[in-house]
């Protein structure tokens, strides 16, 4: 059984800078590409990034282009996100997801998902 558990979200003011990071366990980390998803209050989840198992490749949402990295540390079983700038529509509840697909961009393609962590973007 695949679990992943995140952390690292918490209330920031705008133009600040947080890094979160997934940590899976269960099943070979490296066998797996992993997403950053996010889901604001009333609203759809949202694809952020993506990472290839071998960390070659990533992908952003235009929204992360340029502000955001993922990064992968496969001897630490740990995906992170480091985000930059930040602005209030970045506010939302942040998930990593593993996937056995080669970097998708769509929920429905991950199949293991984590708890969530809040990011909050206020002054």
């Known amino acids: 059984q695949v679990q992943l558990v995140e952390s690292g979200g918490g209330l920031v003011q705008p133009g600040g800078s947080l890094r979160l990071s997934c940590v899976l366990s269960?099943?070979?980390?490296?066998?797996?590409?992993v997403a950053w998803f996010r889901q604001a209050p009333g609203k759809e989840r949202q694809f952020v990034a993506a990472?290839?198992?071998?960390?070659?490749?990533?992908t952003y949402a235009d929204s992360a282009q340029g502000r955001f990295t993922i990064s992968r540390d496969n001897a630490k079983n740990t995906v992170y996100l480091q985000m930059n700038n930040l602005k209030p529509e970045d506010t939302a509840v942040y998930s990593c997801?593993?996937?056995?697909?080669?970097?998708?961009?769509?929920?429905?393609?991950?199949?293991?998902w984590g708890q969530g962590t809040q990011v909050t973007v206020s002054s």
């Open positions: 997801a593993a996937s056995s697909a080669v970097l998708r961009i769509n929920a429905f393609d991950y199949r293991y």
């Open positions: 269960g099943r070979t980390f490296s066998s797996y590409d």
């Open positions: 990472i290839s198992r071998s960390a070659g490749r990533t």
